[in-house]
């Protein structure tokens, strides 16, 4: 059972970066998926999810930026990411929605410079 994110890096504020996570080891068309992310000194933050039905929910704080999706194909996940602002600098990281513990990976730093 595995997760495994990337695409992150440094950015602008205002630039763009899409997150992906390839997933392994379980069900994938039966799970909900979701992003969520961990600022420096702060706790992890649930971000958006994507569910069986392929209904989306997002944080209020990246409404309208950050776009959800997934392609049961693949066993794939993306965070399309825009617009993107200083305070959304942390480790992003994919999990099932609601989030297994065993699925916690290594996360993709995003950094994003004023």
């Known amino acids: 059972v595995m997760l495994v994110e990337s695409g992150g890096g440094l950015v602008q504020a205002g630039g763009n970066l899409t997150l992906s996570c390839a997933a392994s080891?379980?069900?994938?068309?039966?799970?909900?998926m979701s992003w969520a992310r961990q600022a420096p000194g702060k706790g992890r933050e649930w971000v958006a999810g994507?569910?069986?039905?392929?209904?989306?929910r997002y944080a209020e704080s990246v409404q309208g930026r950050f776009t959800i999706s997934r392609d049961n194909a693949k066993n794939m996940v993306y965070l399309q990411m825009n617009n993107l602002r200083p305070e959304d600098t942390a480790v992003y990281y994919c999990?099932?929605?609601?989030?297994?513990?065993?699925?916690w990976g290594q996360g993709t730093q995003v950094t994003v410079s004023s």
């Open positions: 999990n099932a929605d609601p989030p297994r513990n065993e699925l």
């Open positions: 080891g379980f069900t994938f068309t039966a799970s909900g």
């Open positions: 994507i569910y069986v039905d392929e209904i989306t």
